[in-house]
């Protein structure tokens, strides 16, 4: 049995309101690290995590559910939680031991009030935060308006680390901003190519990086010293002062994928690996 460290080890709770994807982005992370062939699905009633028979009924989640992944030598410790308010207990319980949310936002409708009536618990605990927009393969998938809603319920730490070039039916292209580069889905998703950004869209993604660069850095004296004195941070400089962020509850990176279609969830599952804090890394909580 392989043994990890504690820095090696990252324990997430992924959250949201019901339909929003969670069971389905939990499947599609067991079947990117090679722990399952084949992914199953709320409707199949086949998923790992939604096994129990009222679950299967109601084809929502009614429990928490514990599983594990590995990824790029990390282990990625996963809850996955219902979505539904009637089952509030399972999702507070879940949030104290996990030591980062993830918040999935369905890109058709952006935060709902489920959404809100969870995060008042994460807020109250301090959790780091990363937001995925889910669902940007819908044809009424919206991408800019949902950032607008989490940025307006959740405040300005919301900070976008990837874009949609085009959302609906031909959502497969991705800039993801901390690393300048466009990744290219195929049709059936999984690996994605990386490729430059096209020109058409260097000069937007140039100033969301900007924007990211500057988040990063305010968020550390020595960050701020070597941004003011070369005008931008290495991708390792940013890493650091993301980080440094999300434990202070101060960033809260916003992704965006298909998890039906497995488009996006390899780059957040290296993000969770390389990024958010472990359990070592976290602030001592408040009673």
Not at 29 to 56: C, P, Q, W
Not at 96 to 118: C, K, P, S, Y
Not at 142 to 164: C, L, R, W
Not at 259 to 280: E, L, S
């Amino acid at each position: 049995m392989k043994v990890y460290d504690e820095k090696h080890i990252k324990n997430i709770v992924l959250l949201g309101s019901a339909k929003s994807g969670k069971t389905t982005l939990a499947e599609t992370m067991l079947f990117e690290a090679g722990l399952i062939n084949r992914r199953g699905t709320v409707e199949n009633k086949n998923t790992v995590s939604d096994y129990h028979e009222i679950e299967h009924e109601r084809e929502n989640s009614v429990y928490s559910t514990s599983l594990h992944t590995e990824w790029r030598n990390y282990k990625i410790n996963i809850i996955d939680t219902p979505g539904l308010d009637d089952f509030i207990g399972e999702v507070v319980s879940s949030i104290r031991v996990a030591d980062t949310a993830v918040f999935l936002v369905n890109a058709q409708h952006g935060v709902e009030v489920g959404t809100d009536l969870i995060w008042n618990y994460v807020d109250q605990f301090k959790k780091p935060t990363l937001f995925a927009i889910n669902q940007l393969d819908h044809p009424k998938s919206n991408f800019d308006a949902t950032v607008e809603s989490i940025k307006s319920h959740f405040g300005a730490a919301a900070t976008v680390m990837q874009y949609p070039i085009i959302e609906g039916e031909g959502f497969r292209y991705i800039v993801d901003l901390l690393k300048m580069k466009m990744y290219k889905f195929g049709e059936e998703g999984g690996k994605p190519e990386k490729l430059n950004i096209p020109d058409d869209q260097k000069e937007k993604a140039k100033a969301l990086h900007n924007e990211l660069v500057e988040k990063a850095a305010e968020n550390d004296e020595e960050l701020m010293e070597l941004y003011f004195e070369n005008g931008t941070l290495t991708e390792d400089e940013m890493r650091k002062g993301l980080r440094i962020g999300m434990r202070n509850h101060d960033v809260f990176p916003i992704f965006c994928m298909s998890a039906k279609n497995d488009m996006g969830t390899g780059r957040m599952m290296g993000f969770i690996d390389n990024v958010a804090p472990a359990a070592v890394d976290a602030q001592p909580e408040l009673t």
